[in-house]
């Protein structure tokens, strides 16, 4: 079965300081690997998605991400936080087969002036 | 722009008293699911229909209920909703085929509150 986690619930970042979010899954096949961000009171917007091919894959707002097969591990990245982006992040696995979406927990980013 | 839009944003209503949300897509996606969310945790899926094929999930209880007339259309029923129904409910799309397939994309979501 397929299963997320997401080791940090809570994360607080300076504007314009880095940031990462930890995404760990675990699946036997290939797995489709998706961020999605929601901001308060509102629905679930895709940021990136990996299906196959480059490890690396650009989003938008700014945003990245690496699958690293070995570590079964999605990391999102972004190289400087703008206020707008404090949001729950959720990190979720699908798969070719399967139309169904495996969440994570999700983590809370407070950005801080 | 091709999206996924629920109705109302926002719903009250008694406790006991039926309550309906709708859900339309203009992406011609064939599947649609629905969504309850609780605040900070994750969406929990209650079921979804691929084209036609209602699927529930094994744990969502009996008091939720949808419909699907059309392509276009998904409706969320909850028979007699509870305090603890009071929640997000999320609807989604994706398809089955084509560069995004299997990409779920989200409404804005309704607040439903019980009183």
């Known amino acids: ?12 970042v300076s504007e314009g300081a880095s940031l990462e979010l930890r995404c760990n899954y ?28 480059d490890t690396l894959v650009q989003g938008i707002k700014g945003f990245e991400a690496e699958f690293k097969r070995s570590q079964s591990s999605f990391n999102l990245r972004k190289p400087s936080v ?3 982006d404090a949001a729950e992040y959720f990190c979720a696995v699908g798969a070719d087969s399967w139309v169904k979406l495996q969440f994570g927990a999700g983590t809370q980013v407070v950005v801080t002036p | ?12 209503t008694q406790f006991g008293k039926p ?7 203009t992406l011609n996606h064939n599947v649609m699911y629905w969504y309850q969310q609780k605040s900070s945790q994750a969406p929990k899926l209650l079921f979804h229909y691929y084209d036609k094929d209602f699927n529930n999930e094994a744990d969502t209880p009996d008091n939720f209920q949808s419909r699907r ?3 276009s259309f998904c409706f969320l ?5 509870g305090l603890g129904d009071a929640a997000m409910y999320l609807c989604a799309t994706s398809r089955d085929n084509g560069g995004d397939k299997n990409i779920q994309y989200f409404g804005a979501g309704t607040r439903l509150s019980v009183l």
């Open chain 2, 1 to 12: 722009d091709a999206m996924v839009i629920q109705n109302p944003r926002y719903q009250v």
């Open chain 2, 77 to 81: 029923d909850i028979r007699s909703p």
């Open chain 2, 69 to 71: 007339p059309n392509t």
């Open chain 2, 19 to 25: 309550v309906t949300l709708s859900c339309s897509q």
């Open chain 1, 26 to 53: 675990s699946y036997g096949a290939t797995p489709y690997l998706f961020w999605y961000v929601q901001s308060p009171g509102q629905g679930l917007q895709l940021l990136l998605k990996y299906f196959s091919g």
């Open chain 1, 82 to 84: 703008h206020w707008s």
């Open chain 1, 1 to 12: 079965a397929q299963s997320v986690t997401q080791p940090d619930i809570h994360i607080t």
